[in-house]
T-cell receptor
Framework: QQQVKQSPQSLIVQKGGISIINCAYE??????FPWYQQFPGKGPALLIA?????SEKKEGRFTISFNKSAKQFSLHIMDSQPGDSATYFC????????????FGGGTRVLVKP | DAGVIQSPRHEVTEMGQEVTLRCKPI?????LFWYRQTMMRGLELLIY????????DSGMPEDRFSAKMPNASFSTLKIQPSEPRDSAVYFC??????????FGEGSRLTVL
């Protein structure tokens, strides 16, 4: 049972463009929603995270938008750069379940120069 | 800090052989997780420990898989006997009580 669904599976964007990745979750008990970035041959690394008491969080060129009623959240990468080319994973966790993360399927982003 | 350290980084073995993957978490982190990553299934949580005690092993595929954490600075994931379908990248990750999850660089396993 896939509790966190991520789309699209892959994305190609021109340098300077906006990359948008969407995730939907099922369990309303989730209370922490991070995004991870993974480069080839490396482990995932935390990029940005949000809790459901806010609708948006911005860190540099990366923004999470959160819609609690729709049970959806998204990652926007503004002014995409070739160095942003990586696989991005959304995830969700809940304190009641020991904060263990459930990951989405991942989105491979390619930024063309 | 050196981060989460995994070994070996690459392992090629034949079906039926025993495989042992090792992990050294970040010092002071009291939770340790083992994940498996494949193209088909993405990142799957296999098992996690809190203060060296296994808390949830519901993601362990079957009895061929076992994990131990004998002390706060070491954990192993063992597959015996290994099968081709076990081929994947296995990640270890650690986390303090409240805070960010840090992943190691993974162990890429190929079972022929």
């Amino acid at each position: 049972q896939q509790q966190v669904k991520q789309s699209p599976q892959s994305l190609i964007v021109q340098k300077g463009g906006i990359s948008i990745i969407n995730c939907a979750y099922e369990n309303t008990a989730f209370d922490y929603f991070p995004w991870y970035q993974q480069f080839p041959g490396k482990g995932p690394a935390l990029l940005i995270a949000i809790r459901p008491d806010v609708s948006e969080k911005k860190e540099g060129r990366f923004t999470i938008s959160f819609n609690k009623s729709a049970k959806q959240f998204s990652l926007h990468i503004m002014d995409s750069q070739p160095g942003d080319s990586a696989t991005y994973f959304c995830a969700a966790s809940m304190k009641a379940a020991g904060n263990k993360l459930t990951f989405g399927g991942g989105t491979r982003v390619l930024v063309k120069p | 800090d050196a981060g989460v350290i995994q070994s070996p980084r690459h392992e090629v073995t034949e079906m039926g052989q025993e495989v042992t993957l090792r992990c050294k978490p970040i010092s002071g982190h009291n939770s340790l997780f083992w994940y498996r990553q494949t193209m088909m299934r993405g990142l799957e949580l296999l098992i996690y420990f809190n203060n060296n005690v296994p808390i949830d092993d519901s993601g362990m595929p079957e009895d061929r898989f076992s994990a131990k954490m004998p002390n706060a600075s070491f954990s192993t994931l063992k597959i015996q006997p290994s099968e081709p379908r076990d081929s994947a990248v296995y990640f270890c990750a650690s986390r303090p009580d409240t805070g960010e999850l840090f992943f190691g660089e993974g162990s890429r396993l190929t079972v022929l």
